[in-house]
């Protein structure tokens, strides 16, 4: 088996460790994190990599709430024939207590040849367990959530690059910009986009395939806004809401693009030295620096007024949310023309 491996933090929530891409069997390995989707690829890696190293590999997946006493030491025991096993326990997180005793005692007396591989969605059950694989070594693998856009964009950046395909700048900002907010989506998006094309992949090519999306018709609706034009901006809303988006999403995108505008307001240094610092990637710098160009400060924290009361509208603080949302578009444009 592969020696458990260490990794210094990336900068997101603890426990930090190897990526899902890197996920390679050990005797014994955590995934931790609640995010599903990479909790998922990491065990699919690890799956595909035990049955390189050996195709009679053994694999026995189990759920660790319906756990029977004395089963683990049952699944990892030396097979008849000698063949390396796999053994993947998910939802730690819910775990019974005959799991966490026997899991606890199986670090005691690990068997050779055997892959112990533990999947814990978060919380606070089963920290006993994570605490004790820690100190063991195991391999751990981080399957946190990516909370930051830099960190979603970097994701997708990766998928390009691991199968050999160049994307642009531009045709990256457009792909976060429709797919950006979900990690799931955003890798379909990824592999959909290389699946059909050949050669790289630019803006006009992603805007062939994903312009009509609902986070795509949000941002849409900001930038024409920001940028003061407001019958495009409000026939893109309201084609967006007759097609059945609703309008917290699109109060979202308005609140993430003027956000991004006062970060950058009034800051120097280049796009790579700031996106650090501010929780951006450098190319979503360069447009909020870009938007930013044509605003002052008092229009800018009169839009941001309005966002924030149309937030409150949309989320229950009024009876006509469509309302509320055309007023904040309005409220944008008025706000963007004032230079």
């Not at 809401?241 to 308005?254: E, W």
Request: charged share 25%.
């Amino acid at each position: 088996m592969t020696p458990p491996r260490t990794r210094r933090s990336s900068g997101r929530t603890a426990p930090t460790g190897l990526p899902w891409h890197e996920a390679r069997p050990a005797p014994l390995v955590l995934i931790s994190g609640s995010e599903d989707f990479l909790s998922r690829r990491a065990r699919s890696v690890l799956i595909e990599a035990a049955r390189q190293a050996d195709p009679e590999v053994e694999l026995t997946e189990r759920e660790a709430g319906a756990y029977a006493a004395g089963e683990i030491f049952t699944l990892a025991s030396p097979s008849l024939f000698g063949e390396a096993k796999l053994v993947i326990f998910n939802g730690v997180e819910a775990c019974n207590d005959a799991f966490l005793k026997d899991a606890l005692s199986y670090l005691d007396q690990i068997e050779e040849g055997t892959s112990m591989v533990f999947r814990h969605g978060g919380g606070q059950r089963g920290k006993k367990l994570l605490d004790a694989l820690k100190k063991a070594g195991a391999s751990i693998i981080d399957a946190q959530p990516l909370k930051r856009d830099a960190d979603r964009q970097e994701f997708a950046a990766a998928e390009f690059n691991r199968a050999g395909r160049r994307i642009t700048r531009e045709g990256l900002a457009a792909l976060m910009d429709a797919l950006g907010q979900d990690i799931a989506e955003l890798a379909a998006g990824c592999q959909q986009l290389m699946a059909d094309t050949t050669g790289t992949i630019d803006a006009d090519v992603v805007s062939t395939y994903y312009g009509g999306r609902v986070e795509a018709t949000g941002f849409k609706v900001a930038e024409t806004a920001i940028a003061g034009r407001s019958g495009e901006a409000l026939t893109l809303l309201r084609h967006a809401l007759a097609t059945g988006v609703d309008p917290v999403p699109l109060v979202a995108a308005m609140a993430t693009k003027l956000r991004a505008m006062a970060k950058v307001s009034g800051l120097r240094g280049s796009a790579a030295q700031l996106a650090g610092s501010l929780g951006m990637a450098p190319w979503q710098v360069e447009r909020a620096r870009k938007d930013a160009g044509r605003w002052d400060q008092e229009a800018l924290g009169e839009a941001l007024i309005a966002v924030a009361e149309a937030d409150a509208a949309v989320k229950g603080g009024s009876r006509d949310p469509v309302y509320a949302v055309e007023t904040m578009v309005l409220t944008v444009c008025r706000s963007a023309r004032r230079r």
